[in-house]
């Protein structure tokens, strides 16, 4: 059983709408908004508040990073 205070990849994925590709894209870029929780193991956690808080912050507009195609 996990804790509902905090989000994997996947469960992260489907709050923001996009894919586990695109977090993981802009997490090596260094341009994702939102901060990881310290690792326990190598997989990648995020604080379930820290997600509500940026989503409330972003209201106005569309969580999307997809490229758009020309």
Do not use: C
């Amino acid at each position: 059983m996990g804790d509902e205070n905090v989000l994997t990849l996947l469960e992260l994925a489907r709050e923001l709408k996009v894919s586990r590709r695109t977090i993981m894209t802009r997490l090596a870029n260094g341009t994702f908004p939102i901060p990881t929780l310290p690792a326990l193991d190598k997989k990648h956690r995020w604080s379930r508040q820290a997600v509500m808080r940026y989503l409330e912050g972003h209201a106005d507009r569309p969580v999307s990073w997809r490229r758009r195609r020309a």
